[in-house]
């Protein structure tokens, strides 16, 4: 499904990834870990197409398509998801017409027709089940005076949603008690299909308790140092980062 | 300069749509004012004599006084006598009714989107139309008269109502108010005048739309609202104007007068051209409106989008005379490029009981200057006059200001007066997180500063919200960061 060959990315002349290398096919869940300042999120960000990061070389293909080549919103349409660390509040505009804009934007861009009010109602309550979200959040502004869980599960919600092919989850645990921990894990792994693909950033092994990848890679310095299955999480949290820092270190 | 930099910049040159002009025969005054020329203006209305009075001392008053510069804008000196004050689409005689009116002239309102036309079929919203010094239609009235409810162009109340126009000119907005306003009483040509009688609901929206279309021609509308006890009227006001290089001065004057139990709401979208994006030409706005709740229990409530103008002066004010009165501001003003608005509201706290509410929200982009003046009077008899007012900014990209200077002055120790301020930027975060669900960055844009102006775009009537919801999105656009 997405192809990263060699990728090198910079943010204001610093070089934060420094050679990627990952192939992800549809069905799979890979977790990417890694030590603060690894280089994870911007990972995520230039993915996603945020252009404060520029990619200074390698490639990017997505569904047999340079990825690099396209726009944030192109991405989007295309199946790409983020879900945010710090999902953005947007006073005034509700979840439910924030979604209605977004999701008519995809189809319009897919030559697809736009949902009416009924059938978008119709998709919410739906998805609503799904992740367990509460109709009144829905309502309310964009984020605004969420409290972390709820601003997590927003995010499942509108991936729920917006139905991409491949998901990247962002640090999603961080700021979750265990209960919130497992909604938001239940949602990824209901939405799951064998065309589906996610890649799951994440510090802690604890979120790969409840979404378990079939792969496990290690982000160091803007590299991926080492790869292996779910041992490999588990092994990380039990011995931290500093053994693959020597490890290394002694090559 | 960022991607995001780039993209406000884009989106906030858009050109303006409104920007053509019609080649009609005009009816004009010689450039530039003197005695003669208020009284060739008020001859050409065939005016009787007490109107010519009221013109001509106000005309002294203007000379004696000097244009105010306290407001935060900017603008080059006016050359009041390069201005015409006269201008007015010729038409072979005076339409009595739509089938009359130059076929041009209808069209160029088609082309505005108004169709006089369709406003015959479509209820729901009566209208008078105003090119450059004159009225030239007005629908509905024989509906409307029926009920009682007398809504014409000015000129017309003079000839038809002349005890109403006498007992109400100038009764909240005095010749002498201010330099503009006197300038205005001086030479106003034409503009909307309407009483709703006691105890009518007025079943229709009424509106007027503005358009400057001659060249060299400063417009000098003057409206007046009037409605007697037990009354409720909504009036909806549009404006816009051909592209020219050059400035346009516009000053008008509206006035309300609202008796007991009446209740007007006064609804405007103004998009008068604002210049290009360079900053050259566009239509300088020195407006005056204010309305007085002279009964108890009456209410009086503006609600503005401000959008267009090279420089906008405009604070539409409530006096709360009757006890119990409630005035309410609330505003939405953009500017973008080199635009520069000073506007707000003045609530004078008269009353006992009295309630004022100001909610106003400005949005800068480009190297725009946006500033809210308020002021908040609470007099010595207003027992318990409450004021809530909130002032929110929202900046794009780093080039703008906005400004907030409100003024408090309460003179009874009973007053409850509360104020909001924020001021926020929209951020690149905001931006990608949108386009991160697919959404392209114009309607994040729009979406974003519609969510902002959310409060204020809800008072508006539905036949203004939609048409005022695209034009937020259409200034701003090209203008993220």
Known sequence: ?251 | MSTDDQILEEFTSKEYEHGWSVDFEADEAPLGINEDIVRFISAKKEEPQWLLDWRLKAFAQWKQMKEPNWANINYPKIDYQAIRYYSAPKQDKKPKNLDEVDPELLKTFERLGISLQEQKRLTGVAVDAVIDSVSVATTFKEKLSELGVIFCSFSEAVQEHPELIKKYLGSVVPANDNYFAALNSAVFSDGSFCYIPKGVRCPMELSTYFRINAANTGQFERTLIVADDDSYVSYLEGCTAPQRDENQLHAAVVEIYAAKNAEVKYSTVQNWYPGDKNGKGGIFNFVTKRGICSGDHSKISWTQVETGSAVTWKYPSCILKGDHSVGEFYSVAVTNNYQQADTGTKMVHLGKNTRSRIVSKGISAGKSQNSYRGQVEVMKRAENARNFSQCDSLLMGDKCGAHTFPYIDIKNKSAQIEHEATTSKIGEDQIFYCQQRGIDEETAVALIVNGFAKEVMNKLPMEFAVEAQKLLALTLEGSVG
């Open chain 1, 1 to 251: 499904m997405i192809s990263i060959k060699n990728l090198h990315a910079s943010i204001e002349d610093k070089e934060i990834l420094k050679g990627i290398n990952l192939e992800v096919k549809a069905g799979e869940v890979h977790a990417i870990m890694g030590p603060n300042g690894s280089g994870k999120s911007t990972l995520a960000s230039v993915l996603a197409g945020r252009e404060d990061y520029n990619v200074t070389s390698g490639s990017v293909t997505f569904e047999n398509e340079n990825l690099l080549a396209l726009s944030p919103e192109e991405r989007a349409q295309k199946g790409i998801f983020l879900a945010f660390q710090y999902p953005v509040e947007i006073p005034g505009v509700s979840t439910t017409n924030f979604l209605k804009t977004a999701i008519n934007q995809v189809k319009e861009a897919r030559g697809e027709k736009a949902l009416d009010a009924v059938h978008f109602l119709k998709l919410m309550k739906e998805k609503m089940k799904l992740v367990d979200i509460d109709q009144a959040l829905l309502s309310r502004s964009l984020n605004e005076g969420f409290s972390g869980g709820e601003k997590k599960r927003n995010e499942i919600f509108q991936m729920a949603m917006l139905e991409p092919k491949l998901s990247i989850l962002d640090e999603t645990d961080s700021g979750l008690d265990i209960d919130a921990l497992k909604i938001v894990a239940d949602g990824v792994n209901t939405l799951k299909t064998d065309k589906t693909a996610t890649i799951v950033v994440t510090h802690y092994q604890r979120l790969l308790d409840y979404i378990v990848p079939d792969y496990v890679h290690v982000l160091y310095k803007g590299r991926i140092v080492k790869s292996g299955d779910k041992s490999l999480a588990l092994e990380l949290e039990e011995k931290g980062y500093d053994w693959i820092k020597e490890e290394l270190a002694t090559v």
